[in-house]
Each structure stands twice: as C-alpha cells, then as structure tokens.
C-alpha cells in the first residue's frame, strides 16, 4: 500500500470514528465514491476497532496508561531553564505542558511542547517546521514562540506563550453569547489566519480546541503542528501554493481534499473557518437567538463548498462577508450564483462576460432608481409609464449587449470586450433609448468603460454627449461625473486644452451646487489635478489633490478612492524631482489597493508602475524590475498582449534595461512600444518620446552620429505638438547638447544647453533633478574650454546635490562621475581621475549589473589612465581582457570601439577616437 493510501485510509477511518454508528455506512459511501476497495479496507478497520479482544486496541490502551505515568513523571524535571509543573494536552505528535522559569531571572508560565517517546525523523523535522513557522509570526491573536533547545535526552523543544485561557468550545458554552458577539470573535480569528497566509502559511487544523480564548475574550490561534511553508513546495517540486496534507488533521473540520489525502491549499483553511463559524453559529447559543439567519447560513455554505471553485477564493473574502453581514449589507454569499453553471461560457468569453456584468451592474442599478424613486415619490400614472419604459429599454440593451458575446453571434470566435462595447455603444442611439437622461448615464457608463479599457477616443465622444444631454436633461450629477472622466481621458491623449476646459467645468460646477454629494467634487478635483501634474504646473496640482483627498478621507470615501488620490500625489512628487516621497506614496496605494480591489487590477498595475520608476530613480533595481514585471503581467493578462496601451510598458521595461546597461535590448523594446503605440486609435502620436528615448539608447551604445539624428528628430517632433517654449522640447535640447559635447563640439553644444538651462531655471525648483543636469552639462562645456579648480569643484558639489535628489547608485548620477572623471584626465589630475572613474565602476558593478556594458566603456578609461601614466603593460593586459566583450557589446561604428582601436595602437588623446569617426 502506497503512503498516500495509508494516508487516506486512515483519515477516513478516524473520520468514520467519529460519527454514530447508525451514520457510518452513508458516510462511507459519500466519502468513498466509487472506490469499492477502499470502503471494503475500512469497514474491516471498523469492525476490527469493536472488537474487545483486539489485540491492537489492548496495545493501544497499554500505551495510553504508560503515557499517562510518563506525564505524571515528567512533573517537576527540567528543560532547559524551564520546570515542568504539569501536562497541559497531549495529541498525535507529542505532548504539552505548563512550565516556569527554573531560575530566579524572572517569572513567567509558558507552555513546552515535547515530541513523545523516542523522535523518529519525520517527527524532528514537524517540530523543527513548527518552530520556523513560529518564528515568523507575529501577530495579536497567535500565541508567539518564546525559546526553543534541545533536551539532555535529544529531544527538541518548544517553549510558547500560554494562553490562560479556555478552549473555544468551553469558553462558548460557558459564556453563551449572542451570535453578533461570536461573529466579531470570528474575525478576529480569520485576521490571524489570513496573516498567516500573507506569510505563506497554512494551518490545516482550525477546530474549537486550536483556538484559546483568554478571560478578555481575546481569541488565541494555537497548534501550527500540522502547518505548512507554502515556500516548501519550491523545495519539494509540488505545484503550486499547495502542501500534502499528510496524516495528522481533525475530521469534521478538514476539508475533503485533506480527507482524501491530496494537496490542499489557502482554501484548506477556508474550508477549517467555515466549519468553526458553523460551529460558533449553531452551538451553545444564548437564549432567544432562534434559527441562523439564512445570509450566515449562506456564508458557513460557500465556505464549506465541496468544490474548491465553490469556496471563498481567500479568508479575506470570507471574513469581508462577515463584515458586511454585521454592517446590515448584503453578503456575497446570499445573492444567487451561476458560477458553475455559466463558467465555461465565461472562459470561452472572459472578457465579453466581464463587460457585460459591469454593465448589467449598471443597468440594474439604473431600474432600481427608477423602481425606488417611483415609489417613494408615488408619482403620477404617465411618469411611472415613463419609467416602466425606460426599464424595458434598459433590459432590451443589455439583452442586445449578452447577444452580442453570444455563440450566435461570436460564430466560434472569441468575442473581444472592445467588439461588445463598440455595439452596446452602436445600441445607445435616440432610437433604442429615447429618454435623454436615461441615455446619459448610459453613455456615461459606456465611456467609462472605454476608458477602463485605455480606448481613449471613443470614452471621449461618448463622455462628451453624456455631459451634454446630462445639461440639458438638469443632471448636474451626470454632468460632473462625465466632464471629470473626459477630463482624464483627454488628459491621457494629450489633449490638455480640452482636457483642462472640462475639468474646471466639473470643479466649478460641483463647488456652486452644495446639493450635491462631497465626493463627487472631490473626484473632480483629483481628476484636475492629474491634468495639472500633466500640464507641469505641481503647485496647483498638488493643492487640488490635497483637498481632494481630504474631502475623500472626511466623507468616509472608499479605500480603494482614497488610494487613487495618494496614487496621484506620488505623481506629483515623482514629476517634481522627489522620487523618495514618491515612492513612499506608491507604497501605500499599492497596500490599501490591495485590501480592496486586489492585485490582479489595472490600477494596481499603474501604481506597481509609478513605484517601478521611483525605486530605479533610487537604485533599487530588484524593486524596479520585480514590480514592473508584476505590472507588465496584470496588463498583458487583463488587456492583452497586443493592447495598444502596452506602449508604457514597453517604454518603461525598456527605460529599465537601459539603465541595467543592456543597449541594444532597451532599443528592440523601445520599438517594440512604438509599435505598439502605432496600433492607438488615430495612430502613432508618441514617436516624439520613442526617438529621444531609443537616442539616448544609441548615445551609451557610443554611436553618437545616430543618436544626434534622432534627438533632432524629437526635438523638432516635440516643437510641433507642444510649442517651442514648452519644456518638453527643452528635454531634447538639452539631449542633443550633451551628444554634440560628447563629439567635442562645444561650439554647437552651448547655445543649445543654455536654452534648456535658462528655461528649466525659470520653471523648476533648484533641487529639480532635470535643472541639476542642465547645470552639470553647462560645468562640463565650461570645463572642456578652460579647466579650473573652481570648476571642478563646483562641478562634483553638483553631482554631489543630484545624487542627494536621487541616489549615489542613480543611473545618470554614475554617468555623471564617469565624465567628472574624463575631465580630470583632461585637466591631467589622473589620481583623482582614477578614484571617479573606479568608483562609478564598482557602484555600476555592485548595485546595477556586473555586465553592465558603461562599466566595459570605464575600463577603456583606466586603460587610458594607465598608458598617460608610462603603465603601458597593464594598458595592453586590461584592453586585452576586454577586446571580446568590446567587440560583441558595441558596433564597429561605436566610439567606444574607435576608442578600444587607438589605445591599442598606444594613442591615448580623446583626439584620437573623435577624429576617426567624424570629417568634421
């Protein structure tokens, strides 16, 4: 017999203990299924356990008394600094008892758990896992570890807090509680629980007699005997977030996938809580409490479902319900559900079912209004016709909506949520829906969902008639909501003059009309404040996101509203040069984004995305690249991987690789994004940004003629779509005066930088990150036409204020200090040349990537160093440990390559490499 057969055949049989007789047999049949043999093995357990003369039960009993003057002896001896004062509990691993400290250091009680009799090595390496999960909780409602140690006998131990308290069951019996007092209890007990499982943890044995309750009626989660590591499946090769249940668990509170001996996994505690508020609901009740309602006995089903699909998909979940069943709300788990039955419908057409769900949502909510306010407002016999009317206009678009994800109409293919909403859209004609206000909130939902799909065009024009049928109609709701929403939209399009005109409509309107709801002045002023972080006007944008916010946090606004706004100021902080406050503010939208919608959400995703660039601002790439790999994954799987929004991600994936020093990998994805972008409605409208960004690709490449034709490209792309006094275009300048210093040509670069730096000096802070650079290449031009000591040391205070606004292992800091250090070698300071040069080197080496191709080009540069210094020998070592890595990293056009060819020829002036590759 396999293990796994053991282990099952056990379980069930344990399990079958437990029932009366007269229930065993309908029992087994349930629990076995189909298996014959299986039922066959354990109805011979059964009988072979009522046998009297047993030999194995007269063993058993044996054991139980030896046991029982074991514990009594175990009474006073000590471990370690702990005496035992008597037995607590004993189970199926081992026994636990009461000690105190056998010195005089201080007093304390705490509970020892021992391993019974001699420890085989399964029963180590349990306890060995109990005490690492121990160790890595912490939290109010689970009793911590104290100590650990190993006995003179070789016995492992674990010292725990003791909870002076009783068990769930007892203290329930005792205390008779009403139900509403047992379901806080419930919560508190489901926050352990799902701590655990945020730290990878599963119990498997949640049962009345695991949970402690202390005289201040504070529930304590014991016995992690039986837990697992979800991280050990990446050491034991199962799949997934799952673990073998093994043997040890309580029938009657394991789910049948336990019981079966399969993996179990989250859901298994699921499964174990269901079971416990079951219990809680219906044992031991004070008087008058009655039957359990039937939204807590909808609740305890889904929970215990079978099926796992059937079940709460996390104990967040589950203790959500709760919440909402204790704040008076509908609970999840009482509405009707056709998830089995509709499922594979909804894989067929994920999306198409998606998009129809949210506007089924909407569309219900519209009939209730009608339905409620006519009640309420008894209104005359015509008006309620009105309405009737405009309910079956509703239904009837929704019914064209599901047709449209149909089979029918699908014919076999795959319906995109795009092709549904393009025809519910089509649908919401005067014709279909002939009552304005009516068709206005459905235009309104329609472009909201357009703009949740990034389909930036048509959420406006649909946006745009909403709000005016809105104004027409005396909707001043409707009209708010919808201009705030264009406002965004347009805002993302780079459509700022249509974008701000709609947004102050929506600011003004909601501030002149006190009747209606703070929020939605508050969600006006956030959406203009993302216009003003747009527009770069930060002040402003930070004082609307401000109010915004605190509107949003005294009117009781939901989490997942709130973390919009702190999303948004992080914007601010981030465009103004702040990446540390930035990164702080990501940070906390990501954690209450979580808690409310989930990870697996596009805004989410954009908030992993602001703290992806914050963090590679900062030199974090590890947080960098994992968060904008998480983010890139959430928008591939809800958008697809063509999605023609998925130019960002590429953008930024590529920003990411070239400041990890892969060139020509960021250039394959920075095309790969213009393409993308090409795919937007109207077509590519972004190639100003793609030609700068793939410029400065080709610059660190040393392919400097390239990357001069490609900034000029974007510069005057930039001129046409912002006006030449924007400071877009003053980013290019700035671009294409630094490539032109880098080819020696001040005479070209200076005119040039002093355009951006006047600009960015009259519109930035000081301590703007983009104002420093300008004030650096300006020190190097200056530098490169008269070396001075002033200048160098005004220069390195200037590096020295960019790294504080950044970070010391910033990217562009590096690249900054490696050009310090070639104007030292210039100024023929090749000591303190060196100590630059070796230090951006090992910063590049250390904290980005130890391939990193700018730290092949800072080798040419101490190979320089050397061969100025008579050290021709090691020149020529160091240039031939790196002739292979040159050759493959940098095209033979490269001016790093030019530069590897003339110090091997021993000619070290700058002179060299620049005239090679140039006839100016």
């Not at 379980?11 to 298996?35: H, I, K, Q, Y």
């Not at 089995?340 to 209730?368: N, P």
């Not at 792309?717 to 030449?724: N, T, V």
């Not at 590049?844 to 730290?855: G, S």
């Amino acid at each position: 017999m396999s293990e796994e057969r053991w282990a099952q055949l056990q379980a069930l049989f344990e399990g079958a203990l437990e029932r009366p007789e007269s229930e065993r047999n309908a029992w087994l049949d349930a629990a076995c299924g189909d298996d014959g043999a299986l039922r066959d093995e354990l109805r011979g357990l059964l009988e072979a356990d009522a046998s009297e003369d047993d030999p194995l039960r007269q063993a058993v009993d044996r054991t139980v008394r030896e046991l029982d003057e074991t514990s009594q002896r175990a009474s006073g001896q000590a471990i370690g600094p702990w005496r035992i004062l008597r037995e607590l509990g004993s189970g199926g691993m081992g026994s636990v008892y009461l000690a105190e400290r056998g010195d005089a250091e201080y007093q304390r009680q705490v509970a020892v758990k021992l391993i019974r009799g001699f420890p085989d090595a399964q029963s180590l390496e349990r306890l060995r896992q109990e005490r690492q999960i121990l160790a890595d909780l912490e939290h109010p409602n689970i009793a911590a570890m104290l100590d650990g140690g190993t006995t003179e006998g070789g016995q492992p131990y674990l010292v725990m807090q003791f909870v002076d308290g009783q068990p769930l069951d007892r203290w329930c019996a005792s205390e008779r509680l009403p139900r509403r007092q047992r379901l806080a209890l419930m919560q508190r007990i489901c926050s352990a629980v799902e701590y655990a499982h945020q730290k990878l943890i599963i119990h498997r044995d949640l049962k009345p007699g695991n949970v402690m309750v202390t005289p201040a009626g504070e529930p304590m989660l014991l016995d992690f005997g039986i837990a697992k590591l979800a991280s050990d499946e990446a050491q034991t090769g199962e799949a997934g977030a799952m673990t073998r249940s093994g043997r040890y668990f309580t029938p009657g509170f394991s789910p049948p996938e336990q019981l079966r001996g399969e993996s179990v996994s989250t859901l298994a505690d699921v499964y174990g809580l269901g079971k416990l508020l079951e219990w809680l609901m219906t044992r031991d009740l004070a008087p008058g409490e009655g039957d359990c309602p039937r939204e807590l006995m909808a609740i305890i089903a889904r929970a215990t479902a079978n099926e796992l699909r059937e079940r709460y998909p996390s104990v967040a979940t589950l203790r959500q319900d709760i919440e909402r069943y204790l704040e008076g709300r509908p609970v999840e788990a009482a509405a009707p559900r056709w998830g089995y039955r509709l499922g594979k419908f909804i894989k067929r057409h994920a999306w198409a079912t998606a998009a129809v769900a949210l506007a089924l949502i909407v569309a219900v909510g519209l009939v209730s209004r009608i339905l409620v306010e006519s009640e309420r407002a008894h209104r005359a016999e015509a008006e309620a016709r009105l309405e009737a009317a405009n309910a079956n206009q509703v239904l009837d678009f929704l019914v064209d909506m599901i047709d449209a994800a149909g089979p029918a109409r699908a014919r076999g293919e795959e319906v995109r949520v795009l092709d549904v909403i393009d025809l519910a859209s089509e649908r919401a004609s005067p014709q279909s829906v002939d009552d304005p206000a009516l068709r206005a909130r459905l235009l309104f939902a329609l472009g909201r969902l357009y703009r949740t799909m990034e389909a930036q065009v048509p959420a406006m024009e649909l946006l745009a008639e909403s709000a005016r049928l809105a104004r027409e109609t005396g909707d001043l709701a409707t009209e708010v909501e919808a201009l705030s929403m264009l406002g965004v939209s347009a805002t993302l399009d780079d459509e700022l003059g249509r974008a701000e005109a709609a947004l102050l409509r929506a600011v003004e309107l909601a501030r002149s009309n006190p009747q209606l709801a703070p929020l939605l002045q508050a969600t006006a002023l956030n959406n203009y404040g993302v216009f003003l972080n747009e527009a770069g006007r930060l002040d402003e944008a930070r004082e609307a996101l401000e109010r915004a916010l605190e509107i949003r946090r005294s009117n009781g606004a939901p989490a997942r509203t709130i973390a919009t706004s702190l999303h948004n100021l992080a914007e601010t902080e981030d465009i103004a040069g702040r990446p540390s406050e930035a990164r702080a503010l990501f940070e906390q939208a990501l954690e209450m984004k979580e808690q409310s919608i989930g990870r697996l959400h596009l805004s989410y995703a954009r908030s992993l995305n602001g703290l992806s660039m914050t963090a590679g601002q900062l030199g974090d790439l590890e947080t960098a690249q994992r968060a904008m790999q998480e983010h890139l994954e959430i928008r591939q799987t809800l958008l697809g991987e063509d999605h023609h929004s998925l130019w960002r991600d590429y953008n930024e994936l590529a920003w990411q690789q070239h400041d990890l020093g892969y060139l020509q990998e960021a250039i394959d994805l920075y095309q790969r994004a213009r393409e993308h972008d090409a795919r937007s409605p109207g077509g590519a409208a972004r190639d100003w940004l793609f030609t700068n960004n793939m410029a400065a690709a080709y610059r660190d490449l040393g392919m400097y003629e390239r990357a001069e034709a490609l900034y000029r490209e974007s510069l005057a792309l930039r001129i046409e779509r912002f006006g030449a006094d924007d400071l877009t275009p003053h980013r290019a300048r700035h671009n294409l005066a630094q490539v032109l210093y880098l080819q020696g040509r001040l005479d070209e670069a200076r005119p040039l930088m002093e355009e951006a730096w006047t600009a960015r000096r009259a519109a930035l802070d000081a301590s703007h990150p983009d104002l420093l650079r300008s004030e650096i290449l300006a020190q190097l031009i200056e530098l490169a036409e008269a070396s001075s000591a002033e200048g160098m040391e005004s220069l390195r205070g200037l590096i020295g204020a960019l790294a504080d606004a950044l970070s010391d292992d910033n990217f562009g800091v590096l690249l900054a200090r490696a050009e310090l250090g070639r104007a030292l070698i210039q100024a023929g300071d090749l000591g303190a040349a060196r100590n630059e040069i070796e230090d951006a080197q090992r910063r590049l080496v250390e904290t980005l990537n130890p391939e990193h191709a700018m730290a092949l080009v800072l080798e040419l540069d101490l190979a320089r160093i050397e061969g100025l210094t008579g050290q021709a020998g090691l020149a020529r070592e160091r240039l031939g440990a790196q002739e292979s890595a040159i050759h493959q990293r940098f095209p033979p056009e490269s001016m790093h390559r030019r530069q590897w060819d003339c110090l091997v020829s021993q000619q070290f002036d700058v002179a060299c490499w620049r005239a090679s590759g140039s006839a100016r």
